[in-house]
């Protein structure tokens, strides 16, 4: 079995606590612990205590708070040894001697301070700047769960709006609900203050991507002429606002778990159904409806077309047995024509609605228990 050598931040501190020997020891280099983070969002502490040795899987921003303490003092970037060079007959077993074991150093030393000037000689060690890692960290992170998030997501341009963003909301809500993403949120929101480049690189590479996916989106469902939209990037930036919402708090404060694959789908298709309906609103406005904000956002006429597009839609799916649309439009043309009066909306306007409709209403039915 091979395993690759790891990088260590080895962490040189001055105590919390004082203790009858800090009078003897380096003003800034009083104890000394590692970190590494493993790769899922997690971190792996080793830290030597007088009574114990302390081994703990951290989240992001528990690790952050040893790391600010690391910044009181020194922190290094040191690459393990493997097999090591160490050696167990070193005697007195205290977090300098310890720390070196675990790096596969045969230094004898027994102080923080001696092993920092042993570790600080090696070439290959670099000095760590906190400011500057948790910015590449966080952005390297964010990047990750972007590209993992949008990999599943194929682009296709002539996909309708509604299936488009139904697949992209499905795959943004379940990354930011996601154990990595919420822990980068949480350090993104508490360490802004003090590390504002690393709250920049999540919003980047995070949010900021996930709202250009959406735009371009946007942008052409707004060529094929299915939203009247004027400004696709003000709408993307609302649709991610509609998609977090208050369920992405809920799991950042402990409120609610992770949501299942089942809550993320209801989630975003009632947002997308929101979103949608105030997009197709305006688009039909843009067609030449008139009026003020209020008769277009909320008249009778409109929300009789949207109870109406799901009625024909359903009932098309009870009356006529088949699952090949063109089968069927022939009898759902035939049925809205008799209610097109009360609504405005002409069939080739309503026609992609009602299939969706359609469609939705057989993909429950198939799912549902006898």
């Keep these: 079995m091979t395993i690759d050598a790891a990088a260590w931040l080895i962490c040189f501190v001055p105590g919390l606590r004082r203790q009858w020997w800090h009078r003897y020891a380096h003003a800034r280099h009083k104890h000394v612990f590692a970190l590494r983070p493993l790769g899922d969002g997690t ?15 951290l989240t992001l921003d528990e690790a952050i708070r040893f790391l600010r303490w690391g910044a009181m003092g020194d922190i290094l970037k040191v690459r393990e040894s493997i097999p090591g060079r160490g050696s167990q007959m070193r005697g007195w077993a205290n977090c300098s001697v310890l720390v070196s074991f675990l790096l596969g150093r045969s230094y004898w030393t027994w102080t923080p301070n001696g092993l920092y000037r042993k570790l600080r000689a090696e070439t290959d060690v670099e000095a760590v700047d906190l400011t500057r890692f948790l910015r590449l960290h966080v952005m390297a992170e964010a990047d990750r769960q972007s590209a993992k998030m949008l990999k599943c997501v194929p682009s296709r341009h002539d996909e309708r709006l509604e299936d488009a963003l139904f697949e992209l909301g499905t795959a943004i809500v379940t990354a930011m609900t996601s154990a990595p993403v919420i822990d980068l949120h949480k350090v993104a929101v508490s360490e802004s203050r003090r590390y504002h480049d690393a ?14 996916r959406i735009r371009k989106v946007l942008i052409d469902a707004k060529r094929r002429g299915e939203i009247g939209f004027d400004d696709c990037e003000a709408a993307a930036r609302r649709f991610l606002a509609m998609l977090r919402g208050n369920l992405q708090l ?54 009789a077309a949207q109870l109406l597009i799901r009625e024909v839609g359903e ?19 035939a049925l809205w024509s008799e209610y097109a009066s009360c609504t405005g909306l002409a069939w080739e306007d309503a026609s992609h ?6 469609e939705s209403y057989g993909k429950r039915s198939a799912v549902s228990p006898p």
């Excluded at 709250?199 to 250009?212: F, H, K, L, M, V």
Aim: aromatic share 10%; hydrophobic share 40%.
């Design 353 to 358: 609605r009602v299939r969706h409709a359609w």
């Design 315 to 333: 009932s098309i799916r009870d009356i006529v047995r088949g699952d090949d649309w063109a089968s069927v439009a022939g009898c759902a043309e």
């Design 43 to 57: 971190w792996l502490l080793v830290e030597p205590w007088w009574t114990r040795m302390m081994v703990n899987v």
């Design 250 to 303: 809920e799991v950042v404060l402990g409120h609610h778990p992770s949501p299942s694959h089942k809550e993320v789908r209801e989630h975003v298709e009632f947002v997308v159904a929101i979103f949608l309906r105030g997009a197709w609103r305006v688009a039909e406005s843009r067609r030449g409806g008139s009026g003020d904000r209020k008769s277009r956002g909320h008249s009778p006429v409109a929300t």
């Design 199 to 212: 709250a920049i690189a999540y919003w980047t590479s995070g949010p900021e991507r996930a709202i250009r």
